[in-house]
């Protein structure tokens, strides 16, 4: 009995030391685990954080896998709809009759604002993560985890509950400076959808502004079969650069699509000039650009910022993650090729 009572305890702690969860071994679990899901949905309270303020949203996401998501975002009264059908991406603000449609099979053209198996798939395929071991939120019993972001500086924690390894909390930082925080609510995995939640139908008189890509074109290829001079900036943020050059039609009028990719990237959008005006929302600024009058819009959900202007022959529309001054700088530098 004394040697029983000697043993017991070793095999208890072999036991405990043999299933101590590291980072590797949560990256594969979390992987297989993921990979059998089918789908989620979660309600999310968001804070965006300022120099100024903080914006707070509520979040409902819906995702059915491999690639079928809605996302509906409330803020102050305002509500704006992502919805993914495999194919394509529409955005969409209700009450006003404009909406956005871009390719879905170009990852890094528009993001999923706050959705959270992004930061799982994130987490996945980090170079590493550091595992700070087990920590209560919410009264879940979580792993806390910390990653690098994206972008250069950044650093992303996310609290995983330990059951169902799926992130109940999110917070991405800038150095010590908290950038947003998700709170997940409320998360059902694989419930069952209807098919119309994936499918958006435009609103009579709604006008589109697209950025639908068909097939990409060299420079010279796009300055040989396009009708009107091929406006290229001259100035380009750091870190962006040329990625692609496509043409689509939209609404009968075909238009050039130059995507810049990078940490700085961007979209510039030509195409021959209609006088039709920019539908008046609020927020929209008249600025001037190197003698016309443009106008500017910040998106007041992840920073998707765009601008408007025209010269003699052509509309523009820049669209991008980046500030005012920025777009400036590239618009007024735009020559023709």
């Keep these: ?34 990979a059998k899901l089918k789908g989620y949905y979660a309600e999310l309270d968001a804070v965006v954080y300022s120099m100024d303020d903080e914006q707070r949203y509520t979040v409902r996401q819906w995702v059915q896998f491999p690639d079928r998501w809605r ?19 529409w955005v969409h603000q209700v009450g006003i009759k404009e909406y956005y449609r871009f390719d879905a099979h170009r990852a890094g053209e528009i993001p999923s604002p706050f959705l959270l198996v992004g930061y799982l798939e994130e987490m996945i395929k980090a170079e590493s993560f550091t595992l700070h071991g087990r920590q209560k939120k919410d009264h879940l019993n979580c792993y806390l985890i910390s990653y690098s972001g994206p972008v250069s500086g950044e650093s992303v924690t996310i609290y995983l509950e330990a059951k169902r390894l799926f992130p109940v909390s999110v ?16 998360l059902v995995l694989n419930p069952t959808f209807e098919a119309e ?52 039609v939209e609404e009968g009028k075909e238009q050039l699509i130059l995507i810049f990719d990078g940490i700085s990237g961007f979209i510039l959008v030509q195409k021959e000039k209609t006088n039709n005006p920019v539908h008046a929302t609020p927020g929209l600024v008249e600025v001037n650009i190197g003698g016309y009058s443009g106008l500017y819009q910040k998106n007041r959900l992840e920073d998707l910022n765009t601008l408007w202007w025209s010269n003699e022959t052509n509309d523009f529309i820049l669209s991008g993650h980046i500030q005012l001054d920025e777009m400036l700088k590239i618009a007024e530098s735009l020559e023709a090729e």
């Design 1 to 34: 009995m004394a040697l029983r009572l000697r043993v017991f305890p070793l095999v208890l702690l072999l036991l405990l030391t043999g299933c101590s969860m590291t980072p590797e071994r949560l990256a594969k679990t979390v992987e297989k685990k993921t």
């Design 71 to 89: 996302i509906e975002v409330d803020f102050a009264g305002e509500q704006q709809i992502f919805v993914c059908d495999g194919e394509q991406i």
């Design 171 to 186: 917070e991405t930082l800038q150095g010590k400076e908290v950038l947003n925080r998700l709170n997940c609510t409320h």
């Design 197 to 248: 939640l994936f499918n958006f139908e435009p609103e009579a008189g709604s006008e589109v502004s697209a950025h639908c890509l068909t097939r990409p074109l060299s420079l010279e290829e796009a300055k040989s079969e396009w009708p009107l001079p091929v406006y290229m900036p001259r100035y380009l943020p750091p870190g962006a650069k040329l990625f692609s050059i496509t043409r689509s």
